[in-house]
């Protein structure tokens, strides 16, 4: 057994078998894999919890209830995804970076979502051993993982530029330009997805499949292995891809609600430029609100991740679940967060909701 696992033996003059009894953090037929560091992964989290060669409605809780709430985040998303999709796909919201910026966003986090739903299936048919084609796993393993990261840190950074230009468009005020900033929103996002993903690309060269002999259970992992150099490297892109565009949305915030006030108190001396403040802050709450409520939603992920450590056993998988699907639950909210909140996006929303309902009404 790696890693001072116990080592027991079937028989001890002559032995024919033997059962590692793994020490925390480490997992796996011989302990031979280790949760130290693995900056959420749900191979990990969930993978020794379905048991193989039984049916779905047989499998321990945890997966039940994992099947039930990424369903539920599925249809979700396909719904307010396709809202949000079709609510900037009007021409006259993509008139200015911010409608560009969130329609690309809304497409991103509807594709995150389908992958991860790809990605949890493949995990549960593969450890059900209904899935075994080593060809489909190896790429599938290499890619999700990428493809999930790299959306899910787009959606991040786009809803920060959101921000940024909300903030520049107030600064700049009449000498705003629309179709400049249209420009430049086309350039900023095909940069953001660039750089995120080039961020990334270590972990499909790090990954890998690979097979487990566990009893007599044989199990399949896709599983990255760093060095301490990359381990260092991925704790620190994974930060930066969260507090960054977090810090950036809550100071172009109150940037925005500063300058706001300043311009409001020029013109209307009555009033004090802190009464000012307090009136626009009030007027502007929303957008102090949402990156603090995407914060709190994102921190299960990074309390998970380094305040622990490690999963110490296969009793902590529930609150790594949690945190882990709760990651992908803030690029939903689009709808919520920026669309509702607005009044321009939301007439337009209001509209598409109708063409829908009179669409329905005439098909049935």
């Given at each position: 057994c790696d890693n001072d696992g116990r080592c027991f033996l079937n028989n001890e003059t002559c032995s024919t078998t033997?059962?590692?009894?793994?020490?925390?953090?480490?997992?796996g037929g011989q302990c031979q894999f280790s949760t130290k560091d693995f900056i959420f992964s749900l191979d990990p989290?969930?993978?020794y919890h379905i048991k193989p060669s039984i049916s779905v409605h047989r499998q321990p809780f945890i997966v039940k209830f994992s099947i039930i709430i990424t369903t539920i985040m599925l249809i979700s998303e396909i719904i307010m995804g396709s809202l949000s999709i079709a609510t900037f796909q009007v021409k006259k919201l993509r008139e200015v970076g911010c409608g560009y910026y969130l329609f690309v966003s809304s497409i991103t986090s509807m594709c995150m979502i389908i992958v991860l739903t790809i990605k949890f299936w493949q995990l549960v048919l593969s450890q059900m051993s209904i899935i075994t084609n080593r060809s489909i796993l190896s790429i599938n393993c290499i890619l999700i993982e990428i493809i999930?990261?790299?959306?899910?840190?787009?959606?991040?950074?786009?809803?920060?530029?959101?921000?940024?230009?909300?903030?520049?468009n107030?600064?700049?005020?009449?000498?705003?330009?629309?179709?400049?900033?249209?420009?430049?929103?086309?350039?900023v996002t095909f940069c953001v997805v660039?750089?995120?993903?080039?961020?990334?690309?270590?972990?499909?060269?790090?990954?890998?499949?690979?097979d487990d002999l566990d009893g007599d259970q044989q199990r399949i992992w896709c599983l990255s292995q760093y060095s301490s150099a990359f381990t260092k490297y991925n704790k620190f892109i994974t930060l930066f891809h969260f507090l960054v565009p977090?810090?950036?949305?809550?100071?172009?915030?109150?940037?925005l609600i500063i300058i706001a006030a300043y311009n409001r108190f020029k013109v209307e001396?009555?009033?004090?430029?802190?009464?000012?403040?307090?009136?626009?802050?009030?007027?502007?709450?929303?957008?102090?609100?949402?990156?603090i409520i995407l914060?709190?939603?994102?921190?299960?992920?990074?309390?998970?991740?380094?305040?622990?450590?490690?999963?110490?056993?296969?009793?902590?998988?529930?609150?790594?679940?949690?945190?882990?699907?709760?990651?992908?639950?803030?690029p939903m909210l689009t709808l919520f967060v920026f669309v509702l909140p607005s009044k321009t996006y939301r007439n337009e929303f209001n509209k598409t909701v109708q063409k829908w309902i009179r669409r329905i009404h005439l098909r049935s």
């Open positions: 033997f059962i590692c009894v793994c020490n925390e953090c480490y997992y989290i969930l993978g999930l990261k790299s959306c899910l840190a787009s959606s991040e950074w786009l809803n920060a530029c959101v921000a940024m230009e909300r903030m520049f107030v600064i700049k005020g009449m000498t705003f330009n629309k179709k400049k900033s249209k420009i430049i929103a086309k350039q660039i750089i995120t993903i080039l961020s990334h690309v270590h972990d499909p060269i790090h990954r890998q499949v690979i977090f810090s950036i949305n809550l100071i172009s915030a109150l940037v001396s009555k009033q004090s430029f802190m009464q000012q403040f307090q009136l626009k802050l009030k007027q502007h709450k929303h957008i102090i609100i949402a990156p914060l709190i939603l994102g921190l299960p992920r990074l309390i998970s991740s380094f305040k622990l450590g490690c999963m110490k056993s296969p009793r902590q998988s529930w609150l790594y679940l949690i945190g882990y699907l709760a990651a992908f639950v803030p």
